[in-house]
C-alpha cells in the first residue's frame, strides 16, 4: 500500500513569510550578506545645496534646522548638512519628524 502525499510549497512558503519571526531572521540574513546599502556619500553640504536637495528655500532651511526639525551640524558659524542624514529625514513621516525637536523649541 502506497500514500502519495502533495505540498503546495508556495502556499507552505507564504503562509511562513507572514509570520514577522521568519521575516525578520530573513532581513537579518539579508543584511549580513549584503550589507547596508549606502546610496548617497557621507559627506557635508553648505545650506544652499542642502537646499536645493530638499526643494525648499535656503532661509527655510535655515530656520528648520535652528528648530532642531532637520538634522544639522555647525562648522564655526555654518551650518552642515549630511546628505544621507537629509534623505533619511526626508523618508520618516513627519510625526516622526516632529518627535526630533529639541526641547524648548
Known amino acids: 500500500m502506497s500514500v502519495t502525499v502533495t505540498i503546495d510549497i508556495l502556499a507552505v512558503v507564504k503562509q511562513a513569510l507572514r509570520e514577522p519571526d521568519v ?41 528648520a534646522a535652528f528648530r532642531g526639525t532637520i538634522p544639522c551640524s555647525r562648522m564655526g558659524r555654518r551650518l552642515r548638512f549630511r546628505l544621507s542624514d537629509l534623505a533619511t529625514w526626508v523618508a520618516e513621516p513627519a510625526r516622526m519628524r516632529r518627535r526630533q525637536r529639541a526641547p524648548g523649541a
Request: hydrophobic share 50%; no cysteine; proline share 10%.
Open 23 to 63: 521575516r525578520n531572521e530573513i532581513r537579518a540574513i539579508v543584511q549580513e550578506v549584503v550589507g547596508e546599502p549606502s546610496p548617497l556619500p557621507e559627506r557635508f553640504v553648505d545650506t544652499e545645496a542642502a537646499a536645493e536637495f530638499l526643494a525648499m528655500s535656503p532661509a527655510a532651511l535655515r530656520m
